[in-house]
């Protein structure tokens, strides 16, 4: 069986991680003869494995010229993959314009069908209109898709108020295990300073400038001796807000650093030197970065929203992400009650241990078999 891999939009981190998970597992130890083709750009192909029934197939002779891409996807792949012989395609974004049949589409991004997030948006920003094009393309992939699959069962009922879903299966991201091996630091008494982290994208949702308000809270009302180190660059209205917030609280660059994009070789040394970890987004299909920090035992402050409460269960403190006073009361909950901490960081650990990539793998391979043989 020959299937297709359409991965041509696969350029951000969550997306690669997501490949590089999914090809842990040999689709071939237990359905024999399966080769695969994916279409990606180089830089991400150059991430993934190499293995002789894994054929990379480049898309960077396309350039960054969208209407290109999408002549690509709708007219050009759909005409390779029958050529190839390609019994079924995976699409690994949803807004995918391909109309090759059978197909399994997956569900990264549920930002275009949360109203809440949109609203944040300007009407003048392109953003805006992006992401209302986005919802539209989306729905009419999953419309015609053969199988869907989602990354967790909240992403699952936010589409189902949109469209009535029929063949779709449940399939988390995994764990990178090296994280297992990241040892953070300890809250003993007598601290010179308290240090927290927080690693996400510059994006409206993920409510950075509330948590450089609350730790200003903390610092002011508590009197500690608290820092804030935000990994993660970006552009646009999300990282004015930023750089607004930390002029507004730390006048004199005292307390907060926005460190922008870190390799994983740095953010190693961040968990590393970091007592607390916060994860304040709003919207999130899944929250991969929240998992790779319950993997360190890192004792975690959570948003409420979304998909964040199915991954990390009970073995958190929450808050409303819009709430600075919320993000301040959870943060210093976890600072002085040391059995609490206990609590919620073995019990995160052992929580991510279920997110196994292998198991997982697995399973989305028998789902593109499976899907192929039914159609």
Known sequence: MIIG???SRSVSGGAIEYLKGIFKDDPNKTKKFIKIYIWAPSYTLRKLPNYSWLKKVSIDHLGNILLLKIFWQIFCLPR????????????TDAGSLCPFKPSVTL?????????????????????????????????????QTNHIIFLSKYSKKVFN????????????????????????????????SINVLYISNALIYKNQWNVIEAISKIKNKYRINIKLKIVGGGKGLALRKMHLAKK???????????????SKKQLIKDYENSHIFVFASSCEAFGITLLEAMSTGIPIACSNKSALPEIIGNNTIYFDPENSDEIAKSIMKIIKNKKLRKKISKGSKIRSKFFDWKKFSRLTWETLYKTARLN
């Open 5 to 7: 891999i359409d991965a």
């Open 80 to 91: 390779v993959c029958k050529n190839l012989g390609v019994k079924i395609l995976f699409n």
């Open 107 to 143: 569900v990264q991004d549920i930002l275009p069908f949360d109203d809440s997030i949109i609203k944040k948006y300007k009407w003048y920003q392109s953003s805006f209109y992006r992401i209302i094009l986005l919802r539209f393309v989306s729905i009419r992939r999953l419309k």
């Open 248 to 262: 507004n609280y730390d006048k004199h660059n005292e307390y907060i650093t926005l460190a922008g994009f870190h």
């Open 161 to 192: 108020k949109f469209f009535q879903i029929k063949n779709y299966s449940i399939i988390p991201h995994g764990v990178d295990k090296s994280f297992y091996k990241i040892r953070f630091k300890n809250i003993k008494k007598n601290l010179n």
